[in-house]
């Protein structure tokens, strides 16, 4: 069963923009793509480092270490292709962006 942490306000994540937040022990990446909040774990599957100062181009974000490139709109890999990031739910409420947990993950504090 999923547990939901608060992660941001929605004016706080603008449209194309990407930002990190630590919750439950996880780094996120939260993402608004034309309005469509996304959230990913924020670690690129080549060398684990952090995805939130990347280039955003559309629902493209580019890893700023070596290039590595995911679709933040299913968190697929683009090059390569094998790459995909770990998903979470998002709900948006009253403004608020709500992240969720499963497993181990969902009995930690947020
Ligand atoms: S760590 Fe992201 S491309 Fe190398």
């Keep these: 069963m999923l547990s939901f942490c608060r992660a941001a306000s ?3 994540l603008w449209r ?3 930002k990190s937040i630590r919750l439950r ?6 993402a608004n793509l034309e309005g469509d909040i996304m959230a ?3 670690r690129c599957g080549h060398k684990g480092l952090p995805l939130d100062h990347g ?4 629902c493209i974000v580019t ?5 590595w490139q995911y679709d933040l709109s299913t968190g697929q ?3 390569p292709e094998r790459a995909r ?9 009253a403004n608020e962006i709500l992240v969720g947990f499963d497993g181990e993950e969902a009995d930690a504090a947020c």
Excluded: S, T, Y
């Design 85 to 93: 990031l770990k998903r979470f739910a998002v709900q948006v409420v």
């Design 16 to 18: 194309g923009e990407i």
């Design 10 to 12: 929605l004016d706080d």
């Design 77 to 79: 890999g683009i090059n």
């Design 25 to 30: 022990g996880r780094e996120v990446l939260l």
């Design 55 to 58: 280039d955003l181009a559309g």
């Design 40 to 42: 990913f774990e924020n």
């Design 63 to 67: 890893c700023p270490a070596h290039g």
